[in-house]
């Protein structure tokens, strides 16, 4: 089974930026499409950005323009580049691989994003 560690979260004032890694435990990425997911307090986990096994990329329209996501494949890490956060964007931050019902694998622990001045 795959294990993923998200990290790279904090607390960032409205305007700033983070970056987030997710690294799995095993070798996914070069075969499976990845995804970084959020869940904000009494909300439902949301996909917010995903990338393809061919490094095609794609974004949920709230954070279209201020979050890029890439990977490494070497070090089967995947990366959330956050740019001009606001407070809609507080949230715990998982990664996981989509797919048609679902993700492949279990949620790893997350990390947390808290935007507020």
């Known amino acids: 089974q795959v294990r993923f560690v998200e990290s790279g979260g904090g607390l960032v004032q409205p305007g700033g930026s983070l970056r987030l890694s997710c690294a799995a435990s095993k070798s996914v990425f070069i075969i499976y499409d990845m995804g970084w997911y959020r869940q904000a307090p009494g909300k439902q986990r949301e996909l917010v950005a995903a990338?393809?096994?061919?490094?095609?990329?794609n974004y949920a329209d709230s954070v279209k323009g201020r979050f890029d996501i890439s990977r490494d494949k070497a070090k089967n890490t995947v990366y959330l580049q956050m740019n001009s956060l606001n407070p809609e964007d507080t949230a715990v931050y998982y990664c996981?691989?989509?797919?048609?019902?679902?993700?492949?694998?279990?949620w790893g622990q997350g990390t947390q994003v808290t935007v507020s001045s």
């Open positions: 996981n691989s989509p797919t048609a019902s679902g993700v492949r694998y279990y």
């Open positions: 990338i393809t096994s061919d490094d095609s990329t």
